[in-house]
């Protein structure tokens, strides 16, 4: 596994680390030794390799895009399917893999931050699979936003907890979870949505999504006989880009990370943050982050809840920083007009926070040769932001 | 020659004393008020005072201490703000002052910029909670050198090998965390901080302070029979709002029952 650029432990250059309170580092270490321990596990790894198979449903399929890419103007753009795994986006991967583990470590409950909703119902998912207790925070903007999946995650037996401090989103979310874990760190485990947090965490989550590269290059290899020239995924704290991204980081393949540019680059209105942040530490780790001259850390806004973030994971700073991907964004705009073009051109509702990787594909195609060959992770499906966008748009369901 | 900490833990020895150590967030409800507060504590015979520093995203905090710091945000207070108000206090007080401050704003500050300013302007010591030792290395050597007392956080969860790291970097005093648990949460009283502060004790003569959940003046005296001092906080914020004679009240008893 190409793990870091630098031999201190945790960090991608001089990104990651582990900046908790006392009481977690404990918990952190012995995660730390399952997660290691679990990689030498063959009874972990074949449990987990059976339930990715028969119950999240991969391989997800490479999907061929021909009448989107000759609409935008590049005829092969492949959709690397992840909205068709089973509860509808990438998060299961890694939720499924952290509930195993959390078992096979001896706690008997789980939580989790969600800010769309798609890593709440996947850890719900997970939790109802193995059978563990689960409690996921959701900041209070995001539980009006993404209503159907505050829904499911009840129905899947969840204990919904909104956080109304703060911002109300992703990042008061993931404090509230950071403050439940410190209490009950005994008995729970944090299942972390994201390449983002405290070592292990980034490392662990871009391990369990990078599945998806895996395939994907497989696939490609597969249908066109050679890699791809650009991978493209959307970054909020990034693990569905890092897990396209990971298997190719050695080969000659160019890679695209989209931010949420939001209504533009004024402080607040956005959540591109290397665009517009600044290095920092926050909730657990170095890495690029929205903040004031004081330190404090700014609102944030996105169309799409999912890539509503402050910081960024922090193998994407140390990625950004040794130019081997390029970081740009889309706003809210260009994400919904992707979100129809895909509709309509293909019959697939792609998540809003995919919309964004799509938008940068739409632009960028322009300029590219026929030929070239385009991968875009479709991290999730877009079922769970029908009524938002329908919203946006003055109509009522 | 020792840090104004150290000297105070050592006095405190020698009487067979305990130390007495309240809390305030910095500008919470106004910088002013501050002022009064940490007069108050001297007069009402705190020994050393913990000043709170706020924070956007205070993950270690439970909802009074967020929401002291969400007040004092509000009022524009900065860290550089929080050093120039001690920096005027201390034309008033020589009590030992220790900061709470999260990472982030010392980060951005500039950590070696950050011990310069602070210890320039009568800070004595400072207790980062989201910065674990490991992390801490470079802060540390910088800290010593202008003798900045470093203040790390040991916890109900902590394993030998961390108690021996935790040891190594801290000085002043060690911040034993009666609880797993953010701030203002209940304490509990089961005889297991007891067996980790013996456990601490075996590694080092270094005072150990205990907070995190000490609320009542019974709960004071409890903890102070086990440890070298006890910090008061959530339930200190929480009565800022009282009359000054009820807060002075309440001072008193928790000046009494740490003995």
């Not at chain 1, 396209?244 to 393949?253: C, R, T, W």
């Not at chain 1, 994971?313 to 705009?333: C, I, N, Q, W």
């Not at chain 2, 004790?201 to 070298?228: C, K, N, W, Y």
Request: aromatic content about 8%; hydrophobic content about 40%; overall charge positive.
């Amino acid at each position: 596994m190409r793990t870091f650029s630098s031999r201190k432990q945790g960090y991608f250059g001089p990104y990651g680390g582990r900046f908790v309170p006392e009481t977690l580092m404990p918990a952190l270490q012995e995660l730390e030794e399952g997660f290691f321990s679990s990689l030498r596990d063959r009874t972990f790894q074949q449990e987990l390799a059976h339930l990715r198979r028969t119950y999240i449903g991969r391989p997800t399929p490479l999907y061929r895009a021909e009448r989107f890419g000759r609409r935008v103007g590049v005829p092969r753009v492949y959709l690397k399917r992840e909205d068709l795994a089973h509860t509808g986006a990438h998060k299961i991967n890694n939720a499924v893999a952290q509930v195993l583990l959390a078992k096979k470590m001896g706690k008997n409950r789980v939580i989790a931050e969600t800010g769309a909703g798609q890593h709440g119902v996947a850890t719900a998912t997970g939790a109802a699979l193995v059978g563990l207790d689960c409690e996921i925070y959701m900041g209070t903007d995001d539980m009006a936003r993404q209503a159907l999946n505050v829904y499911r995650m009840r129905l899947l037996g969840a204990r919904v907890t909104e956080v109304a401090t703060g911002s109300r989103t992703l990042k008061d979310a993931i404090n509230e979870a950071l403050r439940d874990w410190t209490t009950n760190v005994r008995t729970t485990h944090y299942v972390m949505g994201t390449v983002f947090g405290p070592h292990p965490f980034p490392l662990m989550v871009r391990h369990f999504q990078s599945v998806i590269g895996k395939e994907a290059k497989r696939q490609i290899l597969d249908a066109e006989g050679r890699l791809p020239d650009y991978l493209v995924a959307c970054v909020g704290g990034g693990s569905n880009a890092l897990g396209l991204f990971a298997p190719f980081l050695e080969d000659p393949v160019r890679m695209i990370g989209v931010e949420a540019g939001g209504r533009g680059l004024e402080v607040g209105a956005h959540a591109a943050r290397f665009a517009g942040g600044s290095v920092g530490v926050f909730q657990g780790c170095k890495s690029y982050v929205l903040q004031d001259d004081n330190g404090n850390i700014v609102g944030t806004h996105s169309v799409s809840a999912g890539l509503d973030y402050a910081s960024v994971g922090p193998e994407h700073s140390f990625l950004k920083e040794s130019g081997r991907v390029e970081y740009t964004y889309a706003t809210d705009d260009e994400a919904l007009s992707a979100f129809d073009l895909l509709s309509q051109t293909e019959g697939i509702i792609p998540a809003l926070e995919s919309a964004h990787a799509l938008a940068e594909v739409v632009k960028r195609a322009r300029t590219l040769p026929q030929e070239t060959i385009i991968v875009v992770n479709l991290s999730g499906r877009g079922d769970k932001d029908v009524q938002h966008v329908a919203r946006l748009r003055g109509e009522d369901l | 020659m020792r840090t104004s900490i150290s000297q105070t833990f050592a006095r405190l020895r020698r009487e067979g004393g305990k130390a007495f150590i309240p809390y305030v967030m910095a500008g919470d409800p106004s910088i002013g008020r501050s002022r009064e507060i940490v007069l108050l504590f001297e007069k009402c015979g705190a020994d050393i005072v913990e000043l709170g520093v706020p924070f956007s995203d205070p993950l270690a905090d439970g909802p009074i201490i967020q929401r002291a710091a969400e007040r004092s945000l509000r009022q524009g207070t900065s860290l550089r703000s929080v050093i120039s108000f001690v920096r005027e206090v201390r034309g008033a007080t020589q009590i030992p002052i220790v900061l709470m401050t999260y990472f982030n704003p010392v980060f951005r500050y500039g950590p070696s910029d950050f011990i310069r300013d602070a210890r320039g302007a009568g800070v004595d010591g400072v207790v980062i909670p989201d910065l674990p030792p490991e992390e801490a290395t470079d802060f540390v050597r910088s800290a010593r050198r202008l003798r900045l007392d470093t203040i790390f956080l040991l916890a109900p969860t902590s394993t030998e090998e961390r108690i021996r790291k935790v040891v190594h970097y801290s000085s002043g005093f060690i911040y034993y965390v009666s609880i797993t648990g953010i701030t203002g949460a209940e304490l509990l009283l089961d005889g297991s901080m007891e067996r980790s502060i013996a456990q601490i004790r075996q590694r080092t003569t270094m005072p150990i302070a205990v907070g995190f959940g000490v609320s009542t003046p019974d709960e004071a005296a409890h903890v102070a029979r086990l440890s070298d001092g006890v910090i008061v906080g959530s339930a200190i914020v929480k009565r800022l709002g009282d009359t000054r004679e009820s807060l002075e009240r309440y001072l008193t008893a928790l000046r009494q029952a740490i003995a």
